[in-house]
């Protein structure tokens, strides 16, 4: 069992900067990938921060950077110049291998963003 919890969230104004984290834990060998992923209301979810490739969304490329620390299985998002349209719930999402060679792919139960005035 692999569980993925998120910080971070909360409600900025506009232009302003948060710094998400996704922690995972249980009986992890590697997570081999860590993605951000964010649904705003009425909207699919999609995916922001690809960790593998450090591949971005268009709408948030030049101002939000994921970043790892392996040794903690930890992913961050760092946001910055913030728009009212990044507002929305943000997921982490985790795939890899456990100790017992399973396959996992887990997700978090979200952190709210809003950027608002």
């Known amino acids: 069992q692999v569980q993925l919890v998120e910080s971070g969230g909360g409600l900025v104004q506009p232009g302003g900067s948060l710094r998400l984290s996704c922690a995972a834990s249980g009986n992890i060998m590697r997570a081999y990938v860590m993605d951000w992923y964010r649904q705003a209301p009425g909207k699919q979810r999609e995916l922001v921060a690809g960790?593998?490739?450090?591949n971005y969304a268009d709408s948030v490329k030049g101002r939000f950077t994921s970043s790892r620390d392996n040794a903690k299985n930890t992913v961050y998002l760092q946001m910055n110049s913030l728009k009212p349209e990044d507002t929305a719930v943000y997921y982490c999402?985790?795939?890899?291998?456990?100790?017992?060679?399973?396959?996992?792919?887990?997700w978090g139960q979200g952190t709210q963003v809003t950027v608002s005035s």
């Open positions: 999402n985790a795939r890899g291998m456990t100790m017992d060679l399973r396959s996992f792919d887990s």
């Open positions: 960790s593998g490739n450090s």
